[in-house]
């Protein structure tokens, strides 16, 4: 009973979240055939302020490897007004938030007793076979939204995240599909009402299944951008919730393991890059202790920062990884997490694998090792930062994920005592 009433709630929740989208569109819309979006938009919300942050011209320049990536072959550029911000502006589409907008008012429940967003979603499950395993849900998965962030959500920074999310999405990979055959069989009239009641377009060019991926991957994110509106919504976190909903097939339920995910992940679209830039210091502090020779020539080079490995930073190896290898490398990573937290230290953890202890930044060992593995070409071959990024970008599909974690794991054992990983 009491789990039926956590799942009743989580799914309740999320429809809020994505009334309020809704809402959100409609006077994007409106304002469309009117005057101009921007100041409809500024006249129900505060206007957005601009960033006077010192350091944010360094920010758009380290995404601009993101940004600059090809998503997919089979994918033409975009007419969309922000493919402009994607190519030549900060990459993360993350505004700063400032007071409540008038839109951001709660609605009744019957607001969606006839839309056909919801109509789709809560039978999202006719698709599914009935041999997928349940997905848990945890009772606390749901805090306060006013507690973790206070900010509210206004219209301009909505519009702005809608854009780019869009974008994203219908550019979104394929590979998921061998994973999930319930959605890759998914008919072309289910796909096109799953676009409409998110409001998708220009998607004439993909399959049907693509078309129902990508329109869930704009629900979703709407619904987060809505949830957290200090993160808003960055590029790559498209690449981050295209693995889950391959695999949770309930919109509702996906939101809320995207949630859980971005706990750990959020502070890597944070615009200060506070946590973008400890990680690499710790990624730094491993190729440092580890080959001494390869470190003096990353800084001869001025590259001891390790900004070439900010994507892998950025999308947990998303990019360069397989969809299978993805999966594979994130269970890892959070089996040490879940083992940190039942309180498994490493004396007790030596005792049971005479391995590597668990640790919260396999992660970080990982990419190290994949530079690491790259070693001689970087020394005899390489004479700037540029062309190291170059190689790192050119790793997707060439890594063999369980070499890559045997190597983490081996740094993790000779290191863990000399990596200090404060937060």
């Not at 709630?9 to 055939?33: D, H, P, T, V």
């Not at 919801?118 to 039978?123: F, G, N």
């Not at 780019?164 to 009239?189: G, H």
């Not at 949830?227 to 996906?254: F, N, R």
Request: contains cysteine; proline residues 4%.
């Amino acid at each position: 009973m009491v789990l039926f009433f956590t799942i009743f709630g989580c799914r309740k929740e999320y429809e809020k979240f994505r009334r309020q989208c809704r809402r959100f569109l409609k006077r994007i819309n409106e304002c469309s055939k009117g005057t101009s979006e921007t100041s409809c938009i500024e006249d129900s919300g505060s206007p957005t302020q601009d960033s006077d942050s010192s350091s944010y011209e360094d920010v758009v320049s380290a995404r601009e490897s993101l940004s600059s990536e090809e998503r997919s072959p089979d994918v033409e550029d975009s007419d969309d007004p922000s493919s402009a911000l994607l190519e030549g502006d900060d990459g993360s589409g993350q505004a700063t938030n400032t007071d409540a907008s008038a839109l951001n008012t709660e609605s009744s429940d019957s607001d969606s007793s006839e839309d056909p967003e919801v109509i789709q979603a809560s039978s999202s499950s006719e698709g599914r076979e009935e041999n997928d395993p349940d997905v848990p849900l945890k009772e606390n998965i749901s805090p306060s939204r006013a507690d973790l962030h206070p900010n509210q959500c206004s219209g301009e920074n909505f519009a702005t995240w809608q854009r780019i999310i869009r974008v994203d999405a219908v550019r979104a990979n394929s590979e998921w599909i061998p994973y999930s055959p319930s959605q890759a069989t998914v008919s072309e009239l289910r796909a096109c009402r799953a676009a409409e009641a998110v409001g998708l377009k220009d998607y004439d060019h993909l399959e049907p299944c693509r078309v129902f991926h990508a329109a869930r991957l704009v629900a979703i994110l709407e619904a987060y951008a809505v949830y957290d509106p200090e993160i808003g919504y960055c590029q790559g976190m498209s690449d981050l919730l295209s693995p889950i909903i391959a695999v949770v097939t309930e919109d509702h339920e996906a939101f809320w393991c995207f949630v859980g995910f971005m706990r750990k992940a959020r502070h890597n679209f944070r615009l200060d890059e506070v946590g973008i830039r400890r990680q690499l210091n710790i990624v730094s502090k491993i190729i440092k202790c580890k080959d001494s020779h390869l470190y003096r020539h990353l800084e001869k080079l001025q590259a001891e920062d390790c900004f070439f490995v900010y994507r892998m930073v950025v999308v947990l190896f998303r990019r360069e990884l397989t969809f299978e290898q993805t999966i594979c490398l994130w269970e890892v990573m959070w089996a040490d997490q879940a083992a940190i937290r039942a309180g498994i230290g490493k004396s007790a953890w030596s005792r049971i694998r005479q391995r590597a202890p668990p640790t919260e930044d396999l992660l970080l060992y990982a990419i190290a090792a994949s530079v690491l593995q790259k070693r001689k070409l970087i020394i005899e071959k390489y004479s700037s930062t540029d062309e190291i990024l170059r190689e790192c970008n050119s790793m997707s599909g060439q890594l063999d994920v369980w070499k890559l974690l045997d190597d983490a794991h081996n740094l993790v054992v000779n290191l863990h005592d000399k990596i200090e990983t404060p937060f």
